[in-house]
């Protein structure tokens, strides 16, 4: 039986058609991964099914039952839960307030009953596997941490039908294992979820059914065990499209970055060097340390010993503004919380950071000049510069995020979980950026758990293991035996064994 049927779904925004005629159908019980390239329209497509926007045309059935002029209140009473691609949590208030926020328990009428609703967060929490309490407050938590914290949240609501708009985005693996096994469980209790997801082995590792979207349109559908990973890829980047990379051996110059025994919160005795032009990608298990050296390169941590030296000159120590001016600049990991300036257009996110690195005066001209030029490149998916930058799709966001560092002309970039939310056949634009900017002499960092993108274009990988890094790999050793041996601390095990 199909829990969900959407049938000749249509919707403009201004006159644009971002949904033409789509259909989507998810059977009761399954798992059903909603895919497509940035912008295809997948988050509209749920924003429909939830309520939360109307069609212009279509009809949708849930259970069967035809159910008219959907509203966020009809489509919850309907057993639909919906996991935002963007976090949507009040940072001033407890994680239990934020869980029962519109559904508060009381005693009688009017006395909120905070301590049933403490328990009963709370076991909730222990029931998942998730490391929080009912009253952390919710500013203080990690990215993940809120993720994790809206995902609980929706469950709490005794759904039937989960949407996950790119659940995983800030999870680290272990995480993300700990989540996918909440899902299957939560199957086999014969639930049923819709997966918006740019990670295929996500996508073939855990679900049923899929719909691939591209431009509004619905492409191909199926069940995940007929088709191949090849085959999505190439239904959502579409024909003559090309999802490879090719690597482009370059010259390399002289040491432009130097870490002296560097030392800080998360990270401790670092060494490094790195020369102009190398592209280097960091990798290990969230916490291991990477993401936390890097915002000290950029100023965002305390240092409390070591040294690092650009381009011979001591920077230890600098504030991130006379960083970017000394030519570094970075892409923190999370994109709505330290990236998007939500008031701002799309031709200030991009041009702001500029501002700052650039000694040339401002020039609307020239900024709008070089934006379509990343536009192109990078494909970004945004009509009119001057609406705000969050009408854009999440992936379209990135890379204007990504589009605004590469315009700062910085001679080193930090890059911290660069292609979040970014889809197959964009970050292959993204990479092959990254190394025509390389062939300049540019140099660049980049942080990320996926180690396919590491192999795509960097020259070495450093893997980082609590705190410190364990071992330098270059193309040839850069295997994902070797890389998880390091980052999971079983090379230190094995020897300690002999
Ligand atoms: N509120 C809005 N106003 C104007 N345009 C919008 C609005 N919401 C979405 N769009 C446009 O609709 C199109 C589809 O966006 P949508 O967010 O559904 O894409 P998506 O498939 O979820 O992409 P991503 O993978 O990047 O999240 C995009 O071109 C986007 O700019
Ligand atoms: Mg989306």
Redesign the pocket.
């Known amino acids: 039986m199909n829990k969900i049927e959407m049938s000749g779904i249509s ?1 403009s ?2 006159g ?1 058609k ?2 033409q005629d789509v259909d989507l159908k998810v059977t009761q019980g399954s798992i059903h991964a909603l895919i ?12 429909i099914l939830g309520g939360v ?1 109307p069609a212009d045309q279509g009809s949708i059935k849930i259970n069967g039952i035809e159910v008219k002029d959907m509203t966020i209140k009809k489509a919850e009473s309907k057993g639909i839960a919906f996991v935002h ?1 963007e976090i949507n949590l009040f940072n001033t208030l407890q994680a239990y307030e934020n869980i029962f926020m519109g559904k508060e328990i009381t005693h009688g009428k009017v006395f909120l009953n905070k301590k049933e609703m403490i328990t009963r967060s709370n076991e909730l929490f222990s029931d998942l596997g998730v490391q929080l309490k009912a009253t952390d407050l919710v500013g203080n938590l990690s990215t993940a941490q809120k993720q994790l914290l809206e995902i609980c949240k929706a469950l709490f609501s005794n759904a039937d039908c989960l949407i996950l ?2 659940p995983t985005t800030s999870l680290n693996n272990e995480e993300i294992d700990n989540f996918f096994r909440i899902i299957k469980k939560l199957q086999k209790e014969g639930k049923t979820f819709i997966f ?1 997801s ?1 990670k295929m082995p996500e996508i073939f590792r855990i679900c049923d059914e899929y719909t691939v ?1 591209r431009n ?1 349109k619905l492409i191909s559908f199926g069940k995940i065990e007929d088709t191949t990973p090849e085959k999505v890829t190439s239904d959502i980047v579409g024909p003559g499209n090309s999802s490879q990379v090719t690597f482009i051996d370059r010259p390399i110059g002289n040491t432009i970055l130097e870490l002296h025994n560097l030392s800080g919160n998360g990270f401790h005795d670092v060494n490094l060097s790195i020369k102009k032009g190398q592209i280097i990608g960091f990798t290990g298990l969230e916490g291991a340390g990477s993401s936390e050296l890097m915002q000290a390169i950029f100023g965002l941590k305390e240092i409390s010993s070591g040294k690092i030296l650009f381009r011979g000159e001591n920077i230890t120590g600098l504030n991130t503004g006379k960083i970017m001016k000394h030519g570094i600049g970075m892409i923190p990991a999370n994109r709505k919380e330290n990236s998007v300036f939500g008031v701002l257009d799309i031709l200030n996110n991009f041009s702001l950071a500029s501002y700052t690195t650039s000694k040339s005066h401002f020039s609307k001209k020239k900024d709008l000049d070089s934006f379509n030029n990343y536009k192109k490149e990078m494909s970004i ?3 009119k510069i001057a ?1 705000s930058i ?9 890379k204007i995020i990504i589009a605004r560092w590469l315009y700062t002309n910085a001679d080193l970039l930090l890059l911290d979980n660069p292609t979040q ?3 197959v056949g964009a970050k292959a634009e993204v990479y092959r950026l990254l190394l025509k900017i390389a062939q300049t002499g540019k140099t660049i960092i980049f942080n990320t758990l996926e180690l396919s993108e590491i192999r795509k274009c960097a020259d070495d990988c450093y893997v980082f293991y609590h705190g410190s890094i364990a071992a330098s790999l270059n193309r040839e050793q850069m295997d994902d035996k070797t890389v998880m041996m390091f980052a999971t601390g079983a090379n230190k095990t094995k020897k300690e064994a002999k």
């Open positions: 919707k925004f201004y644009v971002v949904l497509g390239e940035n912008g295809a329209g997948k988050s509209t497509l749920m924003n926007l691609q708009d790119e918006i740019h979207l509004g998916k945004a009509d609406n969050v009408s854009l799709s999440g992936g379209n966001q990135q939310g970014i889809d």
